[in-house]
């Protein structure tokens, strides 16, 4: 009797720790922002010291990982993740000089994104984007004619590319790819060293440098940085061409940056635009979009560079200590009055 009264209590408390451990996880996804605050306590792992003496690229030199010890600052497979701090400005600079650079921003800007976000997002990205480098920006709309007037600094340049206005925001975010990769098999491919593709609906508020340049490069997701994998959104459904099994992925990307040479953006647009398409033939949507299957890209291809949440971070997660200098910062979102 005292034995099944024992275990009796012992199923209890462990249902209770099972639902107390339930409640917490939906409060910190979906609830109370003060518990989302508890993630910094969930460790981001440790770059090896073997590791990080070998960490260099031929943008920033030699890497200073050492310098920021409470966050991860490479990957399993080698490729450095850029915090402030860990890179000398003086030295990027110095090296970019020497490669004779252009590097190419693209932006999309359909409906009413255009008026809200476009002109802070460009007159922002001349005071902030490759500073003393040539940039050619790409914006894409289907009003050309909207697009705001913005004072360009020497050797900057300004193309607008007409595309044609999708019926759901959804597959203006799908058919992203398929544009950007025939946008990089023409002009844009000819014209650009580099490329970045990035969203809108945010603004630049701190130097990004070609500290941030790499052969393919990927930004950390701001609301995912120190989840666990068991737990990162990625696309579950196994019949998606999106999908990740479960113990697969690295981290989880935002599709709102990412970068790379031409080749790359070639290799990576093309991947993503025939996932898309394999998955609209069989009526299927990845839960996340074009994000999803930059996200599988990602898993097969590793990027040679992983941008920290510094690069691209969301003000309402609120301030966090090892944020120490954002460079691009997420627009409040309003869907309901910004999307059809």
Not at 34 to 50: K, Q, T, W
Not at 72 to 95: E, M, N, R, Y
Not at 230 to 235: A, I, S, V
Request: glycine share 8%.
């Amino acid at each position: 009797m005292a034995l099944k009264e024992g275990l009796g209590a012992w199923k209890r408390i462990f249902w209770r720790r099972i639902l107390l451990a339930l409640g917490l996880l939906g409060l910190l996804l979906y609830g109370l922002p003060s518990v989302r605050h508890l993630e910094v306590l969930i460790p981001m792992g440790v770059c090896p010291a073997a590791t990080m003496s070998l960490l260099r690229d031929n943008f920033t030199g030699v890497l200073r990982p050492w310098a920021r010890p409470e966050v991860l600052t490479c990957t399993s497979w080698g490729a450095p993740i850029i915090w402030d701090g860990t890179f000398d400005p003086d030295v990027v600079q110095k090296k970019a000089g020497q490669k004779n650079l252009t590097i190419g921003l693209t932006v999309f800007a359909i409906g009413r994104y255009l008026e809200k976000y476009l002109a802070r997002f460009l007159e922002t990205a001349e005071q902030h984007f490759m500073v003393g480098q040539r940039v050619v920006y790409y914006v894409f709309t289907e009003r050309p004619a909207a697009v705001p007037r913005v004072a360009l600094g020497p050797g900057r340049r300004l193309r607008v590319e007409l595309v044609a206005r999708e019926g759901r925001w959804q597959d203006v975010c799908m058919g992203r790819m398929r544009t950007l990769h025939a946008a990089l098999g023409g002009r844009l491919g000819r014209e650009a060293s580099f490329v970045f593709c990035m969203d809108v609906d945010q603004h630049f508020s701190g130097a990004f440098g070609p500290e941030a340049l790499a052969e393919s490069v990927a930004q950390l997701h701001a609301w995912h940085y120190h989840w666990p994998r068991l737990l990162l959104p990625f696309e579950r459904d196994g019949r998606s061409a999106a999908a990740l099994a479960p113990g697969e992925g690295d981290f989880y990307y935002h599709a709102a940056v990412f970068g790379g040479s031409v080749a790359a953006l070639r290799e990576l647009t093309a991947h993503c635009a025939q996932g898309l398409r394999r998955d609209r033939a069989r009526g299927l949507e990845a839960r996340w979009h074009d994000e999803s299957h930059l996200n599988k890209f990602f898993w097969l291809h590793k990027p040679a560079k992983v941008l920290s949440p510094e690069f691209c971070w969301s003000p309402e997660i609120g301030r966090r200590a090892e944020i120490r200098r954002p460079r691009l910062l997420w627009a409040p979102k309003e869907y309901h009055l910004l999307r059809d």
